[in-house]
């Protein structure tokens, strides 16, 4: 639910009720977040004859309130405002215990995470590498997939305090810390590479805690981490270029 802001609807009037408009036009827009989030929830479910009355009075007093935050009518948006925000916290107290559980406590972001967890420790340590946990504990997929872990505790935590946990995200707890195995491995792989490259073709000899933290941080920062490896690939593949046109130039 989108607003004009009052500063843009008052442009040439500035008055003291337009500087609380716009305060008003944010909790508006936060409780519109919070309504649609609850509602994809499904907690105004019902068949489509009979639509809740509750929905309907929270959707009519945040039109209401909108409207008076473009007139400037600071009662008349305190008024429709608080009128919504307790029909919205009358429908929460009626609300099931399933809906609670996610939007208050993460019930299933925090599983789909454990499993997920779980299922690629399992997968990568224990099947394919075969590591004992000394070794795990150094290694950069590990790192990254604590990074990526983190990385979905903090989010979750984040649209929980918020209210507007969604119930299409649960999949990005799924594929979180798969994707920070990945970025782990190839951030590690990226700082080997790199270092062999501009230590002219030496074995380097790298700090497991260097690549770990390294390694820990893209997973934590999947974004960062794209533009670090993009940024690596082209240097290592001028520093190629340059080795190669270097080599095929005739001696003299």
Same mark, same amino acid.
């Given at each position: 639910?989108?607003? $004009? ?31 649609? *989030? ?32 473009? $007139? ?22 009626? !609300? ?17 995470? *454990? ?21 795990? *504990?150094?290694?950069? *997929? ?25 119930? !299409? ?76 046109? $270097? ?6």
């Amino acid at each position: 639910m989108s607003s $004009t802001s009052t500063g843009e609807a008052h442009r040439d009037v500035p008055t003291p009720g337009a500087a609380a408009g716009g305060s008003f036009s944010g909790k508006i827009n936060e409780l519109g977040s919070e309504f649609v *989030t609850a509602a994809e929830w499904g907690i105004f479910g019902g068949p489509k004859s009979t639509p809740d009355p509750l929905r309907a009075k929270i959707v009519e007093n945040l039109a209401k309130a909108q409207a008076a935050v473009k $007139t400037g009518d600071l009662v008349a948006q305190q008024t429709a405002f608080l009128e919504a925000k307790d029909a919205f916290s009358e429908a929460q107290r009626r !609300r099931p215990v399933w809906y609670l559980a996610n939007t208050r406590f993460g019930l299933l972001p925090l599983l789909f995470t *454990t499993i997920s967890t779980a299922l690629g420790y399992c997968f990568v340590f224990e099947y394919c590498l075969e590591l004992p946990l000394v070794q795990v *504990t150094r290694h950069a *997929t590990f790192w990254g997939l604590s990074g990526a872990v983190l990385k979905a505790l903090y989010w979750l935590q984040f649209q929980i305090n918020r209210g507007v946990l969604r119930p !299409r995200w649960l999949a990005y707890f799924l594929v979180a810390p798969f994707i920070g195995i990945l970025l782990g491995a190839i951030s590690a792989l990226i700082v080997k590479v790199g270092f062999k490259l501009f230590d002219d073709g030496a074995t380097p000899v790298i700090d497991w805690r260097v690549i770990g933290l390294f390694a820990a941080f893209a997973g934590f920062n999947w974004e960062w981490a794209l533009e670090k490896f993009r940024y690596s690939a082209d240097a290592v593949a001028s520093r190629m270029s340059d080795r190669n046109g $270097t080599s095929g130039k005739p001696k003299e």
